[in-house]
């Protein structure tokens, strides 16, 4: 039986979003029309998520704070007939030099300055990019809540959030979330085993995965295992593709069905993703990529 599942995501209101989201951390050239084409090329390859934050530019080649979103707003502005076929997801909640703060006044301002950046009436996935320890989740809550009532932005999500943390805002919101963001790939099994996947299901949650290829090392084959290159690599040669497609394959094979978030900035590369992941993977596969990505035979 094969477990890869490249059908739609169903997001509430939002509507249906593919196997594949487009990531923006790296969303940094400085030419306009190349940034067009990417989105573009994301859209026309079913990467109709497209997911940033307003953190994105401070690294990665970035000139600071809030840029990837300006870029990002510079492409809808040009081209806004694109913003249609768009679910637009944004995060907030990181505040350089604080690490973080979800205060009601800071996420309600860091919202509207994403509003603004983006140059948009609404974002369509809010997320809090990461858990606030000091913050209760009852005033971050009403804060969503709020702008969701305001018209601002349309659902809420979470990212790098355990599942207590979750429950705990979810437990004050009158609307369910829809998404968590945690990190996983064949490389960072985390989600396998601290139980959130397990979550999502129980909940409805869907997971967005991060770095599904663990920042390329999946495919560079940078200070992976060598066993568990040797398994990918076999089964891409059984499958006729390549290690990445293995590896981006196995992040869709749970059954909380996740969505994989994909930050090439190669429009050639993200034409060719989904058909790369488009193999087939059994349950002898997917428990041999876990044993060779651990190390340890399962019991």
């Given at each position: 039986m094969?477990l890869?599942?490249?059908?739609?995501?169903?997001l509430?209101?939002?509507g249906?979003?593919?196997?594949?989201?487009?990531?923006?951390w790296r969303?940094?050239?400085?030419d306009?029309?190349r940034?067009?084409?990417l989105?573009?090329?994301a859209?026309d390859a079913g990467?109709?998520?497209?997911?940033?934050a307003?953190v994105y530019?401070?690294d990665?080649?970035g000139t600071?704070f809030?840029?990837v979103e300006?870029?990002l707003?510079?492409?809808?502005?040009?081209r806004?007939?694109?913003?249609?076929r768009i679910v637009?997801?944004?995060k907030?909640g990181i505040v350089?030099?604080?690490?973080?703060d979800?205060?009601p006044?800071a996420?309600r301002?860091?919202?509207?300055?994403?509003?603004r950046?983006?140059?948009v009436?609404?974002?369509?996935l809010y997320q809090i990019?990461r858990?606030?320890?000091?913050?209760?989740?009852e005033?971050?809550?009403?804060?969503?809540?709020?702008?969701?009532?305001?018209?601002?932005i349309r659902?809420?999500?979470?990212?790098?959030?355990?599942i207590?943390?979750?429950?705990?805002?979810?437990s004050?919101?009158?609307?369910?979330?829809?998404?968590?963001?945690?990190q996983y790939?064949?490389l960072?099994l985390t989600?396998?085993?601290?139980?959130?996947?397990?979550h999502?299901m129980t909940?409805?949650l869907t997971?967005m995965?991060?770095?599904p290829l663990?920042?390329g090392?999946l495919?560079?084959g940078?200070?992976?295992?060598?066993e568990l290159?040797a398994?990918?690599d076999?089964?891409?040669q059984?499958?006729?593709?390549?290690?990445?497609g293995?590896?981006?394959?196995?992040?869709l094979?749970?059954?909380?069905?996740?969505?994989a978030i994909?930050?090439?900035q190669?429009s050639?590369?993200?034409?060719?993703?989904q058909?790369s992941?488009?193999?087939?993977?059994?349950?002898?596969?997917?428990?041999?990529?876990?044993?060779?990505?651990e190390?340890?035979p399962?019991?």
């Amino acid at each position: 039986m094969n477990l890869v599942d490249l059908s739609s995501r169903s997001l509430g209101q939002l509507g249906e979003v593919g196997p594949f989201s487009f990531g923006m951390w790296r969303f940094t050239d400085a030419d306009l029309q190349r940034r067009i084409e990417l989105v573009e090329s994301a859209l026309d390859a079913g990467f109709n998520l497209i997911d940033t934050a307003d953190v994105y530019g401070l690294d990665w080649n970035g000139t600071g704070f809030g840029t990837v979103e300006t870029a990002l707003g510079e492409v809808l502005q040009q081209r806004p007939e694109l913003r249609k076929r768009i679910v637009l997801a944004t995060k907030g909640g990181i505040v350089p030099p604080t690490p973080y703060d979800s205060s009601p006044s800071a996420i309600r301002a860091a919202c509207e300055a994403s509003l603004r950046r983006l140059q948009v009436d609404t974002i369509d996935l809010y997320q809090i990019h990461r858990p606030d320890m000091f913050v209760h989740p009852e005033d971050l809550a009403a804060t969503l809540t709020s702008l969701r009532e305001e018209g601002n932005i349309r659902e809420v999500g979470v990212s790098n959030h355990t599942i207590p943390q979750t429950i705990a805002l979810q437990s004050f919101l009158p609307f369910p979330m829809l998404t968590t963001q945690p990190q996983y790939s064949a490389l960072d099994l985390t989600p396998l085993r601290d139980g959130t996947f397990d979550h999502c299901m129980t909940t409805g949650l869907t997971p967005m995965a991060w770095s599904p290829l663990a920042g390329g090392r999946l495919a560079t084959g940078e200070d992976v295992r060598p066993e568990l290159l040797a398994t990918l690599d076999d089964i891409a040669q059984r499958e006729a593709t390549d290690r990445a497609g293995v590896a981006l394959a196995f992040v869709l094979s749970h059954p909380a069905r996740p969505l994989a978030i994909v930050g090439t900035q190669n429009s050639e590369r993200l034409a060719h993703i989904q058909t790369s992941a488009d193999i087939n993977l059994d349950r002898n596969d997917v428990y041999a990529i876990i044993q060779a990505s651990e190390g340890t035979p399962l019991p």
